[in-house]
């Protein structure tokens, strides 16, 4: 199976909360990062956490981490339709080259409004 | 953020020709970059590292004689797909990661779309 899974689709209305969801498999994973990917653009990097955090927030954005579990989430507040997008969750692994981040298949964000 | 270009942001071409893509870190010097690929509905592969002043480094499975990898100077890494088929036709971006900053934040061109007819 896959690395990195997360949930193909999302859909919410404007105003809510989205909670993207991934889990991984590699407990030796060092930072996980959330980018978003708008259409036919590339790829723009959200946040990151580092694997010993538990929970990191930004403006809008909360991540998760359980570590025990092997899952990461993603939580944005007063969800907007300038979110629309699909958002990857990726894992760098200890020992990985710098570039070898492994992605998750991304989760196409619908907001509706 | 730091800042990545990719130059063009789409190309079509005619099978067996060869098609050069840019990948520029416009605001900082890097001397390692990465080329992924990036298939509809599907996740980022890595393809290969591209390494300033020497050969470039690639992924399991990927053709080094098909992608040519040149990283000629700090800021600047190109990727040739040379004699082009339909098959290679797809999303290719590339990446940096700035120095100083523990190697910790990639940040990624556009990307490039490529179709070969």
């Known amino acids: 199976g896959e690395d990195v899974e997360q949930s193909l689709f999302l859909s919410v209305r404007e105003g809510d909360s989205s909670v993207i969801n991934c889990t991984y498999t590699?407990?030796?994973?060092?930072?996980l990062y959330w980018y978003k990917q708008e259409p036919g653009a590339g790829l723009q990097l959200l946040t990151y956490?580092?694997?010993?955090?538990d929970m990191k927030q930004d403006q809008r954005l909360t991540v998760l981490l359980n570590k025990k579990d092997k899952h990461l989430s993603l939580r944005i507040a007063d969800t907007q339709t300038g979110d629309s997008a699909i958002y990857f969750c990726?894992?760098?692994?200890?020992?990985?080259?710098?570039?070898?981040?492994?992605f998750g298949k991304g989760t196409k964000l619908s907001v509706k409004p | 953020g730091a800042v990545v270009s990719q130059h063009p942001s789409w190309v079509i071409c005619k099978s067996g020709t060869s098609v050069k893509i840019e990948c520029r870190s416009l605001?900082?010097?890097?001397?390692?970059m990465f080329w992924y690929r990036q298939f509809p509905k599907q996740s980022l592969m890595l393809m290969a590292t591209?390494?300033?002043?020497?050969?470039?480094?690639?992924e399991q499975g990927v053709e080094k004689d098909k992608f040519l990898i040149n990283h000629a100077s700090l800021t600047l890494s190109t990727l040739t797909v040379t004699s082009a088929h339909p098959e290679d036709s797809s999303f290719y971006i590339c990446s940096a990661i700035p120095p100083g900053q523990g190697a910790i934040e990639a940040f990624f061109g556009q990307g490039t779309r490529l179709t070969v007819v």
């Open positions: 590699d407990s030796s994973s060092t930072y």
């Open positions: 605001d900082f010097q890097a001397t390692t």
């Open positions: 591209s390494n300033e002043g020497s050969k470039a480094t690639y």
């Open positions: 956490i580092f694997s010993n955090m």
């Open positions: 990726a894992e760098k692994r200890y020992g990985g080259s710098q570039g070898n981040l492994i």
